[in-house]
């Protein structure tokens, strides 16, 4: 009934709803413009200069796409986390699998995993410098202790929840154990797997900024704490947008290819 | 003290506007309920049956038509139109005792006589012991007692069940029935009640009369005495007459729902 | 019965037996490599870069004795307590409004959309630009790093509401205006408890961000501080209380979770 009012009532809802998203984000960009264009200046030169307005932010963000600095870093930044993730799916997924399917396994390294884990990615940029430098090693290093806990984590519960009927049908149409692992857990606990997937990526792509901002040479992260020691706000601002441009993407994208792959998952099939 | 319930010629359309399409749930749909009786209604699953509580509930408005209980016109819900759930509704952080009290405290009724309506409905479906429980310590059984409980408590003039024993083992929904029947007649005043319901045998077991809906589009389809005395009891089951009576309107169900099938499904309303 | 008991601790005592030899080997690969391997490797530099667990721990209690590890520990806490404080005064009720009502949602909504994507660290120059070093900057970026879980957490809360919950409660006499208050928060409860802890968990872990590049107290600070001494030693300590007040804190949220929702099994979501 609830389902069927609203449906009722979005032909009249609709057109209201969508002036109220325009105005919203004219609210936001009018707030935005005041604040930097109106009040700050009012406050002193310094203040000023702090908040740039949206269209000096346009303008940068074209100059340094125009002049390719802004491809050279983000380019920098994609290869980093485009390499991390890779190595993190390679290694979190079939080992959260296995823990997942055996508990022997799952008992020696809980523990291990359970010291490890709460230590959050950020606290290990220090030591990683230590070792690896800035260079893309660390970053990459990093990411991949960001990304892996969440994926291999959501892995193993997803795994350990299958739902028993589903197994036990499974075996009684003569399924062995090892046909099972592959053709009925794994599919089962894909929705998990996925889950894990878009967590790891976003907690890595956080994890990535921050290591690039606290200590890099080059990326969208020491792109704009490289313009704020020159006071460019207006560029730093620019980097955000793309840094946010960028983790949108990214974050739709996995979404697609989810559904793509697995579009018999709940949540893609009710409402 | 009770009130009779009136309908006049109500329809209910949904509209989609993703693809312009119109879903009419019920077709005009008139009938009087006269006060204290006991009314359930039976149908096909998707003709509209919940709809029409709904409706009558005011918690939702009918595309056209009216609904009078009592004197007044159903603008919206209220507290003279008590509901039970199919999946009993109770608030998973009051008591039983604060579910019960709920409708009381919302109408601003003072603390000493809300704790004596309280004391006094649990002690009518015989939940005194567990004032203190969380919903989540209860079994099905005691979850719908619960619900009634707090419905009653507050004095409607009319009550609405829409198939509130659905949830339930067979075996409880037995016994629940029995209750529910007991409760009612025993009451200051026997409340109308209209009473929603899958199963044929409920129906007849629990009413004065039972309406039989088409599929979708609803409509009334028939409308029954049904001729047993009260008090009711088990022993009704092994009447004939009460079997003949069974089948006979399942028959109508089912050449409803097997009509039905061919068209598309209408999900029952939550 | 008896038998299942058995089985059980069986288990139990399987998995305390196997967890405790897998760490005891970890401890003693550690060990092993930080005695062996590394100083092959890096010579006289190894100690410094690649510590000995009980070199850790030495400096662990050094730290805990000078109440350096305490103070900067509090310095990072405070800073965190402050953010989230803040979160909380203004997630809520903006995640309670626009929950609830479809037009403040979508005026709301798209600007929030907009400013979600930003990494929360990506915030790190601009806020320095804005307070240079100091506590309110640090505290902003515990702000906005905290702020979106717990206003969707609130969101799902309001919007998970059971309809039949609020048809009940209209239908036992509540007027619409009653509903937030008597039916919605409650039932929004539990997740906007998860939603708290949720921040605190990313608070914590922001502060350190935060700290590592403009703060000179707090834990992050002191972790940078070792790095430049190239003292692995401290890093590792450091690092470890980090987690270990992560821990804490998330386990705190949980227990004060199951105190505060007794009417639900298990306390939470």
Not at chain 1, 187 to 213: D, K, Q, T
Not at chain 2, 58 to 63: E, K, R
Request: net charge positive; charged share 15%.
């Amino acid at each position: 009934m609830s389902r069927a009012d609203t449906a009722a009532n979005s032909g009249t809802r609709g057109s209201g709803e969508g002036l109220l998203r325009v105005a919203g984000v004219l609210l936001l960009l009018g707030v935005w413009w005041a604040l930097a264009s109106l009040v700050l200046p009012q406050m002193g030169e310094v203040a000023a200069k702090s908040l740039p307005s949206p269209w000096a932010v346009a303008e940068r963000l074209v100059e340094l796409a125009a002049s390719g600095e802004l491809l050279v870093h983000a380019l920098k930044t994609l290869q980093r986390i485009a390499t991390a993730f890779a190595i993190v799916l390679l290694t979190a997924i079939p080992l959260g699998v296995l823990m997942g399917w055996s508990e022997t396994l799952r008992f020696a390294l809980d523990p291990l995993l359970e010291l490890l884990r709460p230590i959050p990615p950020i606290a290990w940029i220090p030591l990683s410098i230590l070792w690896l430098g800035v260079g893309d090693a660390q970053k990459v290093y990093i990411i991949c202790f960001a990304a892996f806990f969440p994926l291999l984590v959501n892995t193993m519960v997803g795994v350990r929840h299958v739902n028993p009927s589903l197994v036990a049908a499974a075996s009684t149409l003569g399924a062995s154990r090892g046909q099972i692992l592959f053709r009925v857990v794994l599919p089962a606990a894909s929705p998990f797997v996925f889950a894990g997937m878009r967590i790891a990526f976003g907690i890595g792509w956080m994890a990535l900024v921050g290591a690039e901002v606290a200590a890099a040479l080059a990326g969208l992260g020491y792109m704009i704490m490289a313009m704020r020691q020159g006071f460019d706000s207006a560029g730093v601002v620019a980097g955000m947008v793309v840094i946010g441009v960028l983790g949108f993407c990214f974050d739709v994208g996995l979404r697609r290819l989810h559904r793509w792959l697995a579009p018999w998952h709940l949540e893609f099939t009710q409402v | 003290m009770g009130a009779a319930i009136r309908l006049k010629d109500i329809k209910k359309s949904y509209y989609s506007a993703r693809d312009a399409s119109e879903v009419r749930a019920l077709d005009g749909i008139t009938l009087e309920v006269p006060d204290g009786e006991f009314l359930s209604i039976v149908g096909p699953s998707g003709c509209g049956k919940s709809t029409l509580l709904f409706i009558v509930a005011g918690l939702v408005p009918p595309s056209e038509g009216t609904v009078f209980v009592g004197e007044e016109l159903v603008t919206g819900p209220g507290w003279q139109r008590g509901m039970a759930f199919q999946d009993f509704a109770l608030f998973p952080w009051l008591t039983v005792a604060g579910n019960v009290e709920f409708g009381l405290k919302m109408r601003g009724i003072p603390r000493e006589e809300r704790q004596r309506t309280v004391r006094k409905y649990l002690e009518i479906v015989g939940l005194r012991a567990f004032a203190d429980k969380y919903p989540h310590e209860l079994s099905g059984g005691m979850k719908q007692r619960t619900a009634i409980a707090r419905t009653l408590a507050n004095g409607p003039a009319v009550l609405l069940m829409d198939e509130p024993f659905a949830s339930v083992d067979a075996q409880t929904r037995q016994l629940l029935q029995d209750e529910l029947l007991r409760i009612w007649g025993a009451g200051e005043t026997k409340r109308t009640v209209l009473f929603v319901t899958h199963s044929v045998e409920e129906a007849l077991y629990l009413s004065d009369r039972v309406v039989v809906m088409t599929a979708r589009p609803g409509r009334i389809l028939e409308d029954l005495a049904v001729p047993f005395e009260r008090p009711r009891g088990e022993h009704l089951l092994k009447d004939p007459w009460f079997t003949d009576l069974r089948l006979e309107i399942w028959s109508h169900i089912k050449r409803e729902v097997l009509q039905g099938n061919a068209a598309e499904m209408l999900p029952e309303p939550e | 019965m008896a038998g299942r008991g058995g089985a059980r601790t069986h288990r139990v005592g399987r998995r305390l037996l196997l967890g405790a030899v897998s760490l005891i080997l970890a401890l003693l690969a550690w060990q092993g490599v930080a005695t062996f391997l590394i100083p092959r490797l890096y010579g006289s530099y190894a100690g410094a870069l690649f510590p000995t667990p009980g070199a850790v721990l030495g400096t662990g209690a050094e730290l805990v004795a000078t109440g350096e590890l305490i103070q900067h520990t509090w310095a990072s806490l405070r800073r965190v307590l402050v953010g989230v404080g803040l979160v909380v005064i203004t997630a809520i009720p903006l995640g309670l409004a626009v929950g609830s009502s479809s037009w403040f949602r979508a005026l709301a909504g798209p600007p929030l959309e907009l400013i979600r994507p930003i990494s929360p660290l990506a915030w790190i120059p601009l806020t320095l630009i804005w307070f240079g070093v100091s506590d309110l900057q640090n505290v902003s970026i515990v702000f906005i790093t905290a702020f979106f879980p717990l206003l969707l957490n609130t969101i799902a809360g309001v919007r998970n509401v059971e309809r039949s919950l609020t048809n009940a409660a209209l239908t036992l006499g509540a007027e619409r205006r009653q509903l937030l208050r008597y039916i919605v928060l409650p039932a929004a409860l539990p997740y906007i408890l998860t939603g708290i802890r949720l921040s605190l968990g990313l608070g914590w872990v922001a502060i350190v961000a935060a700290e590592l590049v403009g703060a000179v107290t707090g834990l992050g600070a002191l972790i940078e501080d070792s790095r430049s001494l190239v003292r692995s030693d401290r890093i590792l300590l450091s690092m470890a209380a980090i987690g270990l007040m992560g821990a804490v804190l998330d386990q705190g949220l949980r227990a004060a979770q199951r105190r505060l929702l007794p009417w639900s099994p298990g306390g939470r979501l």
